[in-house]
């Protein structure tokens, strides 16, 4: 069952903005400015420049390929289910990480409020955001978008007053850890941006892809960058440096110190907003990641089942659940350098991802949007992103290692067995040594992307022409000879004698021409018996010669039915003359690599559609 398509661009705004602006602003600032001193603005500003770059690939991406499951879709069917099963991993266990870390700030927030218990309150919270998540994903954004408002205009109150309490000597000892430790603190903080790949995972539920998805994502990352940056300066200005170097809670101390107790409330309001925005993302996008490897047999298929009733993969946003609880047991700095690590790898990969498709000359490939500078944009990215990881320490990675077993266990132990697909590093071999390695899975997986993506609802002609038989003739080809090939066909599909069929066709043509021009020609007879239809494609790069004025006709459309069929004979005809009076047509039924490609350009066509 299909997911709900029910986000628009402000969903995916909110749902990218209030992942990122949380514990990555009212926890982790006290931390990174420990290693940087006031230059730590600066960190964040490079962070969000760098998530800028990186997320132009995850947008292409996502235009092209709307699927659920996100970065783990694009790393499958770029590099094959090995390396799609480990980055699928990767990415589920790194949301749910940073959505961990949000459930940690909500429940230490209980805690001073109520004294219950952290761990109690968090798996509470917990049940909450699955319940939740469980209702729809509709339900769940629109909590979301309350939710971001409420936040960014209690940051807005926080920056507007804060601006003129700063005491600017707090800037003059500006990077007193060197120049070094602004830049190395970047791969620290990265998980302040990590939200940006949930919108990938939900894709699939997105309205309009090709123009939702790009404008909620940059202009997400554009404010958050923004925002970030100047709570940042005002916090600095506002807090003593010893004191905001061992604050937990940087943001709402600096509020206490120029608004007093009203302001402190105030902020740990928009904490509480924040941390709850987080993990409502985090489960609504992390659980499309088993979802997505239940769909390709990486994990079992009953965890990506869709509920019929709700539309959402119950299974698979409870299991997310229970990971998220386990991974509160990590200490604070152990997640968010192992969140920020994969976060890292995802983003390296989604950039890799976009250099193999593109090489690969995949003619479904057809993203809406490309990213600028290719392949400069992605190399830089893999190169720095790949140099932040290292920086992280060995901790980190080892980590990421365990999540990465995890991965490589399920697959080598379940999914080797269970999935089939191709994937585009074999297109591009392909190009580069044997033109026999691929079938057509992978072009014909991204067809039905293609068709989801842009709202084509398949006619019954669409269906007529997947069961088709394509021929593609070498050479020019007088009229008898074409006729008695087309005879050889139909005679085996209906089994009468190949000679009467030779005469049929032979006397519709002289009856009537069936060239409606000079590039396409439409014979049809009618045979006897029931319910039978059926169509032949034929393309002859040199012509056909039906007559001595179309003596090159280069398309055919036959097509063979019984009488009862004869509305759909003629909705058929009409079908036809809609597909080739398109623009670019005749170019691209020439230009087709193959008879698989002339299937797909014909049913990824923009003609008019008679649905019943």
């Given amino acids: 069952m299909e997911l709900k398509k029910g986000l628009t661009s402000i969903d995916v705004f909110c749902i990218a903005t209030g992942s990122m602006i949380s514990s990555g602003i009212f926890i982790l600032p006290g931390l990174a400015f420990s290693r940087t001193g006031p230059a730590v603005f600066v960190s964040y500003f490079f962070a969000g420049i760098l998530a800028l770059i990186g997320i132009m690939s995850v947008i292409e991406l996502s235009t092209a390929m709307p699927k659920a499951g996100g970065d783990y879709y694009f790393v499958y069917r770029s590099l094959g289910p090995l390396i799609g ?5 990767l990415s589920w266990f790194a949301l749910s990480l940073k959505s961990a870390f949000a459930i940690f700030g909500i429940a230490e927030l209980v805690y001073l409020i109520s004294g219950i218990n952290v761990l109690v309150s968090s798996i509470l919270i917990c049940f909450f955001f699955i319940l939740l998540n469980i209702v729809g994903i509709k339900e769940s954004a629109k909590f979301q978008v309350l939710l971001v408002v409420g936040l960014l205009s209690l ?14 000597s707090h800037f003059e000892s500006f990077a007193p850890h060197g120049i070094n430790s602004i830049f190395a603190t970047v791969g620290f ?4 941006f990590g939200g940006l790949l949930k919108v990938a995972s939900v894709s699939e539920e997105i309205k309009n892809p090709k123009k939702n998805i790009p404008l909620g994502m940059i202009t997400s990352v554009i404010v958050v960058t923004i925002f970030y940056s100047l709570v940042l300066v005002v916090t600095t200005g506002i807090l003593k440096p010893d004191l905001f170097s061992s604050s937990l809670t940087p943001i709402a101390d600096a509020a206490r110190v120029f608004m007093g107790t009203p302001g402190f409330l105030v902020i740990s309001v928009a904490a509480l907003l924040a941390f709850i925005t987080t993990a409502n993302a ?4 992390g659980s499309r990641y088993p979802l997505a490897l239940g769909r390709d047999n990486l994990l079992p298929p009953i965890i990506s089942k869709v509920n019929k009733k709700f539309k959402t993969p119950i299974m698979s946003i409870i299991i997310t659940g229970v990971f998220i609880i386990i991974a509160l047991l990590l200490p604070l700095e152990m997640l968010i350098k192992a969140a920020s690590t994969v976060i890292l790898t995802s983003y390296v990969l989604t950039s890799t991802c976009v250099i193999i498709l593109r090489e690969s000359k995949l003619k479904h490939y057809k993203p809406s949007f490309k990213t600028p500078f290719y392949p400069w944009m992605q190399i830089t990215v893999i ?13 980190a990675i080892e980590i990421s290692l365990l999540f990465l077993l995890i991965g490589l266990g399920f697959y080598f132990f379940y999914g080797k067995y269970k999935s089939k697909g191709e994937y585009a590093l074999i297109h591009l071999l392909k190009r580069i040594a044997d033109e026999r390695i691929t079938e057509h899975l992978l072009e014909s997986e991204f067809r039905e992307v293609l068709m989801d ?6 006619d019954k002609f669409d269906k007529l022409v997947q069961n088709a038989r394509i021929l593609d003739l070498k050479g020019k080809v007088m009229l008898d000879h074409f006729f008695e090939k087309i005879a050889e066909v139909i005679s085996n599909e209906i089994n009468v004698d190949k000679n009467r069929v030779f005469s049929m066709l032979k006397h519709r043509q002289e009856d009537s021409n069936t060239a409606i021009s000079t590039f396409v020609a439409i014979p049809h007879i009618i045979i006897e018996g029931n319910d039978r239809f059926f169509l032949i494609m034929v393309r002859c790069k040199q012509g056909i010669t039906f007559t001595q004025k179309e003596e090159a006709i280069k398309a055919v459309f ?7 069929n004869r509305l759909f004979h003629l909705r058929t005809l009409a079908s036809i003359a809609t597909l080739v009076q398109q623009k670019d047509f005749e170019k691209n039924w020439l230009d087709a690599e193959n008879i698989n490609y002339l299937r797909d350009m014909v049913l990824l066509s923009n003609r008019k559609r008679f649905i019943t």
């Fill in 85 to 89: 099963t480990i980055s699928g991993f």
């Fill in 155 to 168: 940051m807005v109150l926080y920056i507007v007053l804060g601006l003129p309490k700063m005491n600017f």
């Fill in 189 to 192: 903080i990265f998980i302040s």
């Fill in 282 to 285: 985090g489960i609504m996008a």
């Fill in 383 to 395: 190169i720095i992103f790949t140099f932040f990881i290292i920086d992280l320490g060995l901790q």
């Fill in 453 to 458: 993506r842009d709202n084509i609802t398949p």
């Fill in 558 to 564: 036959v097509f063979v039915g019984t009488k009862e």
